[in-house]
């Protein structure tokens, strides 16, 4: 499209380069970066090569070792808070990247994706501050007495692999925890989100922290910037979100190096609403957790179980609700719901929509494009969508679809609905909804999953674990859980 974008970059963000070393840097080669909102090209990215990712490597290698390295974790913390109040003062901008870039409501990137960006730097800022090992008595049979003690260590320098479905928010949820423990970092954000995260190199530098610290670089996945991030020799350890099918691609590549990694991948999420649930909260929940940020949250709810009783209430529910939804621009009033992240990812989500039927749903809802009669008509849009009368084991039930999708089925027993929820290849987030105390202890804890959530969805603590199991990743992160796998332990054994 060749007229202006309805939400464009601000103007500074239309070139967006690399951050290598403590200088930004142009490449020979630049793709665009396309608003989802109305097909229009927002700006040009500079494309790393591999070149310019050794180049990040070695940066993060030589501060490593310089400055960063002989820093105390006071110090650390401070600049990270010092990043943390740039983001604050440069919120519109924030904002203004995140919304152009993926389309969201202007409303849910203010309350969730820049506030959560400043929240994740500060408290893993003040985490660090009070991070501390173990110790051990010990007396051998011998009767020799020893004293042992942990000491946490950086784990060098850390490849970050970054999704666009919270573009700052999952930026910050690694740089926190792996740069207060010492690390350094080259971060490589996706391809579809660029301009919060050039905005986050921006932030880095103008609160002047040492240069090779904190490296971006923009790119793709397999035969560019990310490949080449995980096959270097000198990154010591991957962080990652993203699909299971590229966090598979990624443990070959980092096979050969047996080198440490945390995988943050998808989910194909079960809510389980009992007939004693709140009615109203229940369909509320479940609005949300199907269709926040147009259902491209790897914890959405794609698979919802309802007690037969009040199935058929609970699906007009549903329904009423959801088509009272505005889908839109992100600045309209009301407006819950904008696009999808691209036409790419529409095409994939229009081929399940397409899929459902032909496994022989019931369209109960949407199922296709809205029209608007103006430039959203060329932006990726969606209609959210239910589904009824699927088996299990269609294809819609067991692929995640990243869109605003969810398939209700009935149930009639505790047994039955906990089989039918961990008859799945991923692991990553459950709901229930249920007023019933012991059944809420007693369920949540069957669920084969990282999380689960009783009558709420979404709420985090930054301290408690988060991750998935199966298909849905490899590790824990979140408060001391990130702080373990970001440092190295050594014990440190000592004859009294
Ligand atoms: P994606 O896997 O397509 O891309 C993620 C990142 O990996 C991008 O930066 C991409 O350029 C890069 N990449 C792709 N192939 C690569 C390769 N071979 N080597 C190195 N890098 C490569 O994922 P996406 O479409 O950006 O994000 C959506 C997915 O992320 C969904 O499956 C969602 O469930 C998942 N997700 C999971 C969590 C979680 O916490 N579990 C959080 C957010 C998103």
């Known amino acids: 499209m060749t007229q202006p974008a309805r939400f464009p970059l601000p103007e500074s963000l239309q070139t967006m380069r690399n951050y290598v070393d403590g200088q930004f840097v142009a490449t020979g080669k630049t793709f665009d970066d396309v608003s ?22 070695q940066a993060a290698r030589r501060a490593l070792e310089g400055p960063w390295g002989r820093m105390g974790v006071q110090e650390r913390a ?11 003062r440069r919120f519109d901008e924030f904002i203004a990247a995140e919304v152009a870039d993926t389309g969201r409501p202007l409303a849910q990137a203010r309350a969730l994706d820049v506030y959560r960006g400043i929240a994740n730097l500060r408290t893993f800022a003040d985490l660090g501050k009070v991070a501390h090992g173990d110790s051990f008595e010990t007396q051998l049979a011998n009767g020799q007495e020893l004293m042992n003690y942990t000491v946490r260590k950086p784990l060098g320098v850390i490849a970050s692999i970054c999704p666009w479905n919270l573009p700052l928010l999952s930026m910050t949820w690694k740089a926190g925890p792996a740069l207060i423990c010492g690390n350094t970092m080259v971060v490589k954000p996706s391809e579809e989100t660029p301009a919060s995260a050039t905005l986050l190199a921006e932030a880095f ?53 047996v080198k440490d990694i945390s995988f943050e991948l998808g989910g194909k999420n079960a809510a389980v609403v009992f007939a004693d649930c709140d009615f109203e909260a229940a369909v509320e929940g479940i609005v949300k957790s199907s269709f ?20 058929e209430r609970f699906v007009a529910a549903l329904k009423a609700r959801t088509e009272a939804l505005k889908v839109g621009w992100p600045d309209e009033d009301g407006v819950f719901m904008g696009s999808l992240i691209s036409h790419e990812h529409r095409d994939k989500v229009l081929s399940y929509y397409r899929l459902a039927v032909q496994e022989g749903a019931t369209v109960v809802t949407g199922g296709g494009v809205p029209k608007f009669s103006d430039a959203r008509d060329h932006g990726a849009f969606v209609q959210p969508t239910i589904w009824t009368g699927l088996p299990d084991t269609a294809r819609c039930m067991r692929e995640e679809v990243f869109g605003p999708v ?5 149930f009639d027993s505790e047994e039955e609905v906990i089989a039918r929820v961990n008859d799945t290849d991923y692991g990553l987030a459950g709901c229930v909804w249920t007023t019933n105390l012991q059944r809420a202890h007693r369920v949540s804890r069957q669920f084969h999953t990282g999380i689960v959530w009783v009558n709420t969805w ?7 674990p988060f991750g998935g199991s199966r298909l849905s990743g490899i590790g824990r992160e979140g408060g001391r859980y990130s702080l373990d796998f970001y440092s190295e332990t050594t014990n440190i054994c000592l004859a009294l």
């Open 36 to 57: 989802p909102l109305d097909g229009c090209v927002l700006g040009q990215v500079h494309e790393a090569d591999t070149a310019l990712v050794d180049r990040a490597v």
């Open 78 to 88: 401070r600049l990270l808070y010092r990043v943390a109040d740039v983001i604050e």
């Open 205 to 257: 530098d103008e609160a002047g922290v040492p240069p090779g610290v904190f490296n971006l670089v923009h790119g793709f996945g397999p035969g560019s910037a990310g490949e080449a991030m995980t096959r270097h020799p000198g990154v010591d350890a991957v962080t990652f979100t993203g699909e299971s099918r590229t966090g598979a691609a990624i443990m070959k590549a980092v096979a050969d190096g």
């Open 292 to 311: 926040t940020n147009s259902g491209q949250v790897c914890l959405c709810s794609e698979r919802v179980y309802v007690e037969r009783t009040i199935f």
């Open 406 to 410: 969810c398939h209700i089925s009935p």
């Open 458 to 464: 979404f709420s985090r603590d930054l301290r408690t």
